[in-house]
């Protein structure tokens, strides 16, 4: 069964710019959730989809935005980048329909943003 | 709100020494507790979990106890090897399950 897909791997972008990063959970999976991992703060909760429907926020601005489509794909796109937007960004997918419970989530490899 | 904090790392070990990474966390109610283990380039790993006061989470050789009083959920290993060296974040789930809260992290380099 294949794992939790993230793309693309790295990215550099310029402040200012705005980017999309995509999700593909395990199959069958329909909660995508989206962190944020930086050196200092460690990882931040930014937002939980599940059938298409926005679940859960965290504390991040609207610049931060996500979608989930009808295959359960998920998307986040992040607009008008800022230097301290530069982090690896992970996507969990969690198994069931309840809450993502630590055991039953599953994480991706990441993509990593760099903005100069 | 809810909220871990882990010890500063890295931890710099040799091969077979003992390992204690610390981890407390505020919480309101009693949430559940997880150690999550990331290897060099890859995502985040369940390690072990404790659900309750006084439970205590294993995997691999790696164990933590649920204290309530203390507050804590430290990870502990006896002998540890160099492939063990990656990041490691203790988290816990808030009331309702909302979400996970994470610590910052710990790295653990492991040399032979």
């Known amino acids: 069964k294949a794992g939790v897909t993230q793309t693309p791997r790295y990215l550099i972008k310029t402040r200012g710019q705005q980017v999309t990063l995509s999700c593909s959970p395990i199959s069958g999976h329909r909660s995508v959730s989206w962190y944020q991992q930086t050196p200092g703060q460690g990882l931040q909760f930014l937002f939980e989809y599940f059938s298409e429907t926005q679940r859960n926020k965290g504390n991040f601005p609207g610049r931060f935005s996500g979608r989930q489509f009808s295959n359960s794909r998920s998307e986040m796109n992040v607009s008008t980048l800022e230097l301290g937007d530069s982090a690896l960004y992970l996507c969990?997918?969690?198994?069931?329909?309840?809450?993502?419970?630590?055991?039953?989530?599953?994480f991706g490899s990441g993509t990593q943003l760099s903005v100069l | 709100g809810d909220s871990v904090t882990q010890m500063e790392g890295p931890v710099t070990l040799s091969e077979e020494a003992f390992l204690t990474i610390n981890c407390t966390y505020t919480a309101t109610g009693y949430p559940s507790l997880f150690w999550y283990v990331q290897y060099p380039g890859e995502g985040l790993q369940l390690l072990l979990k404790?659900?309750?006061?006084?439970d205590k989470g294993s995997n691999k050789g790696f164990e933590a106890t649920y204290r309530k009083e203390t507050t804590s959920f430290h990870l502990e290993k006896g002998s540890v090897q160099v492939s063990d060296s990656a990041v490691y974040f203790c988290?816990?789930?808030?009331?309702?399950?909302?979400?996970?809260?994470f610590g910052t992290g710990t790295r653990l380099l492991v040399s032979p």
């Open positions: 988290a816990l789930s808030d009331v309702g399950f909302q979400k996970l809260v």
């Open positions: 404790a659900t309750k006061a006084d």
């Open positions: 969990a997918s969690n198994q069931g329909q309840g809450r993502p419970t630590g055991e039953k989530l599953f």
